[in-house]
């Protein structure tokens, strides 16, 4: 497994999921969880993905989802899962 | 599996609390360049350095990029070089040929600084250490990123008082050199009582003779992440606050932790230690100081600062620990007045002296630390703050330091720009008095007793 956090951040509108789904299914990632949550008017989105299969490298992922992201107005951001599971889990 | 919460709050903390990693500091031996030829001396040490830390910068922003957290700084420390030069240098000037070797091996590697300049003179001075510290103005005069420091004292032997005297010396010296920036040169200038040899920040850093060929030193940061998770906690008791203070002490070494294991893996070079210390920035949200007022003063310099900031300096370190598998260097919240927002606040408003800054070198690292101070500040005088700043650190069995500015052309009043994370500062008063017969008296301060502590 080589699992990626990716969360979305921006105003809520129609398709933020689908678009980014829509990139990890043609790029072979696979999706292991979501979560989402309006937080005043703001979207937040996380996912945990799993890249094993991955078609692209994560340099590659990350700025083409960063791209996506600033398409349709909301920043999406590509982390590896370590920063999240030291900080939080003992 | 991880929770969205989670995931927020560390994306927070990086967003908008100014969580980032100071600096991953590769330390490199320098003892097997040494040479009796200048020339050959001066080549084996920038191939040395330039190709151990040839893919230190890369890897950096590599890192930073996968796990989404800042890498502000990659820098290098190297073996003293009074000890890796003695052999060739016979003179002043032949030190400075290697400090301009340093400044180009910097550049080629593309850190922001290199420390090492450095000499370990805290019982005695061979020739090669004197002529190294009196090189030390041209030194860093004609360099840009070089660093220098000078140990002049430690718990086991004492304080050196000819080097302590020489290093007043050479603090108005470097003052004079670099007279057309500011003396920015005394910013790249620290004096040690027991400094420690794995000490990843500038501009103290240097790879100690008891390291391994290659190491590699991390230092994290996070002022802003603890202020803002104190905010939480107003009004509530010690126990709530010190809690506080050490669960975000944890997570943010955490951080570093994991950033120094990858740097070690990927570079294929073994890790060394993180260091606890809370590094400010002069960006507002990035300061101790702030800490401090956040936990009830009103402004620092305030009675009870010292007091919190032992008290805050000991929760950093007891949540640091348990975070880390290894943890050295400098390890405590840094006070610099003219990298911290808040520190210069409270020195332009009068709340803060220089006498109540060395009360608080008592408990927290590490000294006196980027103070600008008169330009006529005369040499015995710097050399008598080194020594009362050396001798909390040898009684206290504690690392201290001196990095003073006598900014030449300035007075009381003024206020020096060094720029970039090096900030600003209002030049402080000092004490008028002179300690010239003090300080000339030439010899040793014996080391200390360690029994009947009092």
Redesign the interface.
Known sequence: MNKIIITVVGKDTVGIIAKVCTYLAESQVNILDISQTIVQEFFNMMMIVDMEKSLKPFEQMSADLEKIGQDIGVRIKCQREEIFTKMHRI | ????F??????NMIEHEKLDVRTITMGISLLDCCDSDLAALNEKIYNKITATARDLVSTGEAIA?????PIVNKRISVTPIALAGGCACKTPEDFVTIAKTLDKAAKEAGVNFLGGYSALVSKGMTKADENLIRSIPEALAVTERVCSSVNVGSTKTGLNMDAVNLMGQMIKATAEATKDQDSLGCAKLVVFCNAPDDNPFMAGAFHGVTEADAIINVGVSGPGVVKVALEQARGENFEVLCETIKKTAF?IT??G??VAQEASRRLGIPFGIIDLSLAPTPAVGDSVAEILEEIGLERVGAPGTTAALAMLNDQVKKGGIMASSYVGGLSGAFIPVSEDQGMIDAVSMGALTLEKLEAMTCVCSVGLDMIAIPGSTSPSTLAGIIADEAAIGMINQKTTAVRLIPVIGKDVGDTVEFGGLLGYAPVMPVNSYSCEKFVSRGGRIPAPIHSFKN
């Open positions: 599996m991880l929770n969205m989670e995931v927020i709050e560390t994306n990029r996968d796990f989404g957290v997570k955490r951080v932790q994991l």
